[in-house]
């Protein structure tokens, strides 16, 4: 499973993509349990900024929006 980097820009569309992610095959996450999908959550919340500037996206991770909330829920599915 990769991070989907479509823009999310509304809660609806956040809420498609937490129906989707709902909806996938958790043999492929990294972080089923409550405990590991937290701690990757946090840890991918706290280098997110990194992360979008290098790869020169326009997402401000000091700002909370609907994108960082829907990248966070996706990398902390896989985030090791």
């Known amino acids: 499973m990769e991070i989907d980097y479509k ?9 498609e993509l937490i129906q989707q992610l709902s909806e996938g095959e958790p043999a492929n996450w990294e972080n089923v349990s409550t ?3 937290l701690e990757a959550l ?3 919340l706290g280098s997110a900024e990194n992360l979008y500037k290098n790869l020169d996206l326009d997402t401000d991770a000091n700002k909370p929006s609907w994108q960082l909330f829907a990248d966070a829920l996706q990398a902390a599915l896989i985030y090791e």
């Open 42 to 44: 946090g840890a991918w």
């Open 7 to 15: 823009k999310i820009e509304t809660k609806e569309q956040l809420l």
């Open 35 to 37: 405990q590991a999908f």
